[in-house]
């Protein structure tokens, strides 16, 4: 059997990468939100190409199993489904093993269409279903210059995750020490 780690790490580090293409005559679904387009993307689910990165993020994070171990793209249940289950239900394993989301950063490289209009609602729309401040949501834009790949969408996404019992005690220590000057010296 693998070794666990016998110490809980204060914060761990998730990346998520995801790649879809795009396929004619369905919505164009990214972060939880319908982009107008004359594509959209093909593939697992809805195909939300951002909302897959993440929930490898958030589940990469903890060490479990990844969205296609989790999801099947095999399994019809999941055929044309809301992207968003995946992410509450990597959301609720991070919960279980006792961390949150401290912040995410992500990169979305696609041709068109322009993300730039639509960032605002992505950022909203992603940081309520991880119950973060919006600030604590980076998202960026970029075409795929040089890489010949203007039918993909692409995503990459970090998120940074906090021991909730660290916080705490952290928490608690800041106060003691703010009671006790003499402890400084
Ligand atoms: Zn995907």
Partial sequence: MP???DRRLRTRIGYGFDSHEFRPGIPLKIGGITLPHDKGLGG??????LLHALTDALLGGIAAPDIGVLFPPSDAKWKGADSGIFVREALKRVNEAGYKVANVDASLILASPKIGPHSSAIRERVADMLGIPCDCLGLKAKTP???NLDNAAI???VV???SRRTSHSQNTARKVNSRSPRAET
């Fill in 160 to 162: 940074l995750l906090e």
């Fill in 3 to 5: 070794r666990t780690s």
């Fill in 155 to 157: 995503a990459h996404v």
């Fill in 145 to 147: 210059e040089g890489l």
């Fill in 44 to 49: 697992h689910s809805d195909g939300d190409v």
